[in-house]
Protein backbone atom coordinates (compact mmCIF):
# COMPACT_ATOMS: atom_id res chain seq x y z
CA UNK A 1 0.00 0.00 0.00
CA UNK A 2 1.21 3.79 -0.69
CA UNK A 3 -0.39 5.20 1.80
CA UNK A 4 -0.74 3.87 5.48
CA UNK A 5 -4.54 5.70 6.18
CA UNK A 6 -6.46 3.95 3.87
CA UNK A 7 -10.32 4.05 4.20
CA UNK A 8 -11.47 0.48 5.47
CA UNK A 9 -14.56 -0.76 5.85
CA UNK A 10 -15.04 -3.53 8.57
CA UNK A 11 -18.19 -6.02 7.41
CA UNK A 12 -19.42 -9.79 8.66
CA UNK A 13 -20.25 -12.50 6.41
CA UNK A 14 -23.86 -13.18 6.69
CA UNK A 15 -23.41 -16.87 6.52
CA UNK A 16 -19.78 -17.37 8.09
CA UNK A 17 -20.01 -14.57 11.01
CA UNK A 18 -16.50 -13.32 9.90
CA UNK A 19 -14.96 -10.32 10.25
CA UNK A 20 -13.37 -8.82 7.13
CA UNK A 21 -11.84 -5.56 6.57
CA UNK A 22 -11.96 -3.92 2.56
CA UNK A 23 -9.80 -2.02 1.72
CA UNK A 24 -11.78 -0.34 -1.29
CA UNK A 25 -9.11 1.99 -2.47
CA UNK A 26 -6.32 -0.39 -2.57
CA UNK A 27 -7.28 -2.37 -5.99
CA UNK A 28 -5.50 -4.88 -7.38
CA UNK A 29 -7.65 -4.78 -10.56
CA UNK A 30 -11.35 -3.03 -11.47
CA UNK A 31 -13.94 -4.49 -9.13
CA UNK A 32 -11.74 -5.67 -6.71
CA UNK A 33 -9.89 -5.00 -3.60
CA UNK A 34 -7.75 -5.79 -0.34
CA UNK A 35 -8.68 -7.23 2.12
CA UNK A 36 -7.94 -8.93 5.39
CA UNK A 37 -9.27 -11.31 7.97
CA UNK A 38 -8.20 -13.51 10.43
CA UNK A 39 -8.06 -17.02 10.28
CA UNK A 40 -6.97 -18.77 12.83
CA UNK A 41 -6.77 -16.01 15.34
CA UNK A 42 -4.30 -14.32 15.92
CA UNK A 43 -3.13 -15.22 12.03
CA UNK A 44 -3.91 -12.20 9.53
CA UNK A 45 -5.00 -13.42 5.90
CA UNK A 46 -4.71 -11.16 3.19
CA UNK A 47 -6.37 -11.42 -0.04
CA UNK A 48 -8.21 -9.48 -3.43
CA UNK A 49 -11.73 -9.69 -2.47
CA UNK A 50 -14.57 -8.84 -5.35
CA UNK A 51 -15.90 -5.78 -4.04
CA UNK A 52 -19.23 -5.61 -4.73
CA UNK A 53 -19.90 -9.19 -3.57
CA UNK A 54 -18.02 -9.08 -0.64
CA UNK A 55 -20.71 -5.70 0.10
CA UNK A 56 -23.59 -7.86 -0.87
CA UNK A 57 -22.96 -10.98 1.31
CA UNK A 58 -22.05 -9.25 4.56
CA UNK A 59 -23.41 -6.79 7.19
CA UNK A 60 -21.47 -3.81 8.58
CA UNK A 61 -19.23 -5.08 11.70
CA UNK A 62 -20.25 -3.37 15.02
CA UNK A 63 -17.73 -1.68 16.88
CA UNK A 64 -17.22 -5.03 19.44
CA UNK A 65 -17.04 -7.22 16.53
CA UNK A 66 -14.14 -5.33 14.61
CA UNK A 67 -11.68 -4.94 17.52
CA UNK A 68 -9.22 -7.86 17.15
CA UNK A 69 -8.79 -7.51 13.51
CA UNK A 70 -8.62 -3.57 13.77
CA UNK A 71 -5.98 -4.00 16.27
CA UNK A 72 -4.14 -6.83 14.05
CA UNK A 73 -4.41 -4.01 11.38
CA UNK A 74 -2.52 -1.85 13.53
CA UNK A 75 -0.07 -3.90 14.60
CA UNK A 76 1.22 -4.40 11.43
CA UNK A 77 1.46 -0.60 10.80
CA UNK A 78 -1.13 0.14 9.14
CA UNK A 79 -3.67 3.58 10.17
CA UNK A 80 -6.90 3.06 8.87
CA UNK A 81 -9.49 5.08 8.76
CA UNK A 82 -12.58 3.27 9.16
CA UNK A 83 -15.86 4.09 7.34
CA UNK A 84 -19.50 2.61 7.26
CA UNK A 85 -19.70 3.51 3.70
CA UNK A 86 -17.85 4.11 0.85
CA UNK A 87 -18.09 5.77 -2.62
CA UNK A 88 -16.15 4.28 -4.81
CA UNK A 89 -14.20 6.53 -6.96
CA UNK A 90 -14.85 6.10 -10.75
Known sequence: MKD???PVLFRVGKGTGTV????????????????????????????????????????PAKTEELQELLKAIRDMGMAPVIRQKYRRKK
Open 4 to 6: KRN
Open 20 to 59: IALFPEDSASPGYCLSFKLVPKPVVEQMVINYRMAIEMSR
